[in-house]
């Protein structure tokens, strides 16, 4: 069964620093997300991507975030500057349809700023 | 965005079902349930979704209120793979990004 794939697993990077999350969606879906979950809280919506760009982004995808889809078949998520509050859990999600909910999440990469 | 409650924690059996309940008293008529998983650690799993029929699918079956104001997720044969927090979200059928808000859910603990 096809999947969604997340590399690295775990990055710890320091203060300040400039991370790269990966994501490899399901070949042939279209719709594309990144959500994180801060240890112990809820999991949260931070952006969406259609057809090389954003269609929606919360608040907390400021300035520091950019995503990008840099060929067929990676997503990436970059955060320029780490904050310290930026530790949690980041996962992608893609869908194949427009109208639906069911997306298909990876298995995350947990980013540690120290 | 209509919201939901649901109990934070549930146990039940290994082997027998368990009945996951949500609340959706506000919910719109042409809004959708839907119930996604989260075993620890783990990325969300979608699960199962509904707008009024119940649904059933190989992981679950969906049982929705006449009035819709209520659903229950049932998993008939529970196991401990089944341990994980259940979240029922209520979507509109279109939106800007189809983004999915997730609460606090139910963390369902399945004993041996």
């Known amino acids: 069964e096809p999947e969604v794939t997340q590399t690295p697993s775990h990055q710890v990077t320091q203060m300040g620093q400039e991370v790269i999350l990966r994501c490899v969606p399901i070949s042939n879906h279209l719709y594309f997300y990144w959500y994180r979950q801060i240890l112990g809280q809820k999991v949260e919506f931070l952006v969406s991507?259609?057809?090389?760009?954003?269609?929606?982004k919360s608040e907390i995808f400021d300035d520091q975030f950019s995503v990008e889809r840099p060929d067929g078949s990676n997503f990436t998520l970059k955060i320029r500057s780490t904050k310290l509050e930026d530790s949690a859990m980041y996962f992608c999600?893609?869908?194949?349809?427009?109208?639906?909910?069911?997306?298909?999440f990876g298995p995350g990469t947990r980013l540690t700023v120290t | 965005d209509a919201k939901t409650t649901q109990p934070p924690s549930m146990d039940c059996a290994e082997g027998r079902a368990a009945n996951l309940p949500c609340n959706h008293s506000t919910i719109s008529g042409n809004e959708y349930v839907y119930w996604y998983r989260q075993i620890h650690s783990q990325g969300p799993q979608y699960i199962i979704h509904?707008?009024?029929n119940n649904e059933t699918n190989e992981m679950a079956s969906l049982i929705i209120t006449e009035d819709r104001k209520s659903s229950t997720l049932i998993l008939p044969h529970a196991t401990l793979r089944d341990t994980a927090v259940y979240y029922c979200?209520?979507?509109?059928?279109?939106?800007?990004?189809?983004?999915?808000?997730f609460g606090s859910g139910t963390r369902l603990l399945v004993r041996p």
């Open positions: 979200i209520v979507r509109p059928p279109m939106d800007s990004s189809y983004k999915l808000i």
């Open positions: 509904g707008l009024k």
């Open positions: 991507f259609y057809n090389n760009e954003i269609s929606e």
């Open positions: 999600a893609s869908n194949l349809e427009r109208s639906s909910y069911e997306q298909y």
